[in-house]
């Protein structure tokens, strides 16, 4: 599969699960939603337009990217990808299944360019799993971009870790977004890009 061999090549002994950002370094946490926003109509317009924006700013359209779908065995019928792929496009979606805590779990992959995706359309869908808003899904998904060498993961409406290879390729994010950054991780994200 696809992912395994980008993990080894560029994040080496890392296991694509919740949790990312202490699994990795370099790494950061951006907090999605407002926690002082009450109207939720605002406050999950606001989760949606960080989580748009953050993957803009490390995506260009042609990107090689792999999309790493995990689905619950309990949530299998909710697996449709369709509303989220480019219908002129054909696609290979590999599937393994592995599990956590006794639970199994599918792993659906995608191998495609950055456009061939309905990438916010899925990423809304992933803020919204939490909030009873349609759309929604409950699965994970890690978006994998090849140019970048980073790992996107929204994780839900409160936030989004992105890993890099390296420190370099993270420090524009990290620079133009820090006030983004997740207070209770930002001593330790600090430190990363000081040190």
Known sequence: ??????????????????????????????????????????????????????????????????????????????????????????????????EMEEILIYRFEIACKADEIAVLKLLRAVVNSDLGVKPNIPHRVYILNKRTQTIFHVYDDRGCDVLGSNVETLRPLYEQYNDWILDYDREAITRMFKG
């Open 1 to 98: 599969m696809e992912n395994s061999l980008f993990l080894e090549r560029y994040f080496s002994n890392l296991k694509l699960m919740p949790g990312l950002l202490y699994s990795w370094e370099p790494a950061i946490r951006f907090e999605l939603g407002d926690p002082n926003e009450h109207d939720n109509k605002k406050y999950i317009a606001g989760s949606n337009e960080r989580a748009a924006t953050l993957y803009n700013n490390l995506h260009r359209p042609d990107d090689e990217c792999i999309i790493v779908m995990d689905v619950l065995e309990v949530d299998l019928k909710r697996k449709n990808l369709t509303p989220f792929l480019n219908r002129s496009q054909h696609f290979r979606i590999d599937m393994t299944t592995y």
